[in-house]
């Protein structure tokens, strides 16, 4: 079964989740730390996907409130085709405003403190984008289950 990345690609870090081996629940992850120029991002993230056998990407893309593409967008975008460069397993997007926002919020619920919010926030901003993927997905599975049951009618 497919094992997902979840990925929340910022200026500084890249926040990291990863799937169950049923691509059904997704679970925080890592943070890391972006080096200067490309290299060592992709190699860092070629080493995660070979450890945890993923099988697919999904990335956050930062649209604006309206749905328009903005300058964040073109950058996750840009960083997407750096990847697909590096790998060879599919790479999707997944709207994710305000997702750090959300993340946040539910640190906060949990009693975390600033410092301990500002270490995982971006690996729980992945974890909601990539559950929001993975729902979205098992319900389009569903309705094709679904429709491909409906007996056809004239």
Not at 117 to 125: L, Q
């Amino acid at each position: 079964m497919p094992r997902w990345l979840g990925l929340d690609v910022g200026e500084k870090t890249i926040g990291i989740a990863v799937s169950d081996e049923l691509g059904k629940m997704a679970f925080p992850g890592t943070t890391l730390i972006r080096a200067e120029g490309w290299r060592k991002d992709m190699a860092a993230l070629r080493e995660l996907i070979a450890a945890k056998e993923i099988s697919a990407i999904v990335i956050g893309l930062p649209l604006m409130m309206d749905g328009t593409h903005g300058i964040q967008a073109e950058k996750a975008r840009d960083f997407a085709t750096k990847l697909r460069g590096s790998v060879r397993i599919p790479i999707v997007f997944q709207d994710e405003r305000l997702s750090t926002r959300e993340a946040d919020r539910l640190l906060m619920q949990a009693n975390r403190n600033r410092i301990e919010r500002k270490r995982v926030v971006d690996s729980v901003a992945a974890c909601l984008i990539l559950q929001a993927y993975l729902d979205h997905k098992d319900e389009q599975e569903d309705t094709e289950r679904l429709d491909a049951q409906q007996p056809i009618t004239d």
